[in-house]
């Protein structure tokens, strides 16, 4: 059966509308066996990359587990294989705008997002251009997670309240 919520996420993500049933069963793969996910899209030393870039952008801390915890590469990987062929190619190109980003110290990497992060709102190179949709998918894929939703945000679900407890200070 089809989950609407499900559906409207991959659609919001860019998967194509004649995907979003095998993009589904993926991700219900992720949240319930990671360990046989497979890559559907991305190579195993890009999956390292985007993992690595999705962990700096949400890094685990004392309130949550973080991007890696929360399987956002192997999300990512999913929409992107679902994702229309100008899309693939854009990620293609910005993976291989990082160059050996993994490579350079934690400074340089960090130095390295900085720069892009400055230009997130016009991104004009392919690197720059990958950072703005990197963050993007990064951002979706951790608070549509368990993790993200539940432990970070602390959603409770739907629930009717009598009164509205307005919000705490």
Avoid at 4 to 15: H, N, P, S, T
Avoid at 23 to 31: D, F, S, V
Avoid at 39 to 55: K, S, Y
Avoid at 115 to 143: D, I, N, V
Wanted: hydrophobic residues 40%; charged residues 20%.
């Amino acid at each position: 059966m089809m989950d609407r919520r499900i559906a409207l996420q991959l659609i919001g993500m860019g998967v194509a509308a004649a995907r979003v049933g095998i993009a589904q069963k993926h991700l219900h793969t992720i949240k319930t066996q990671p360990q046989k996910y497979t890559l559907q899209f991305f190579t195993p030393a890009e999956d390292r990359l985007i993992d690595h870039i999705a962990e700096m952008i949400l890094p685990a801390d004392d309130h949550s587990p973080g991007a890696h915890a929360a399987r956002v590469s192997k999300y990512i990987d999913l929409v992107v294989d679902n994702s229309p062929a100008d899309v693939q190619a854009n990620w293609k190109s910005g993976l291989a705008a990082m160059g050996n980003f993994l490579n350079l110290s934690p400074a340089e990497q960090k130095s390295t997002l900085d720069k892009l992060c400055a230009a997130e709102s016009h991104p004009a190179t392919p690197a720059e251009q990958f950072f703005a949709a990197m963050k993007k998918a990064t951002l979706f894929g951790y608070y549509t997670s368990q993790i993200g939703l539940i432990q970070e945000l602390d959603y409770k679900g739907n629930a009717v309240l009598s009164s509205f407890p307005g919000c705490p200070q």
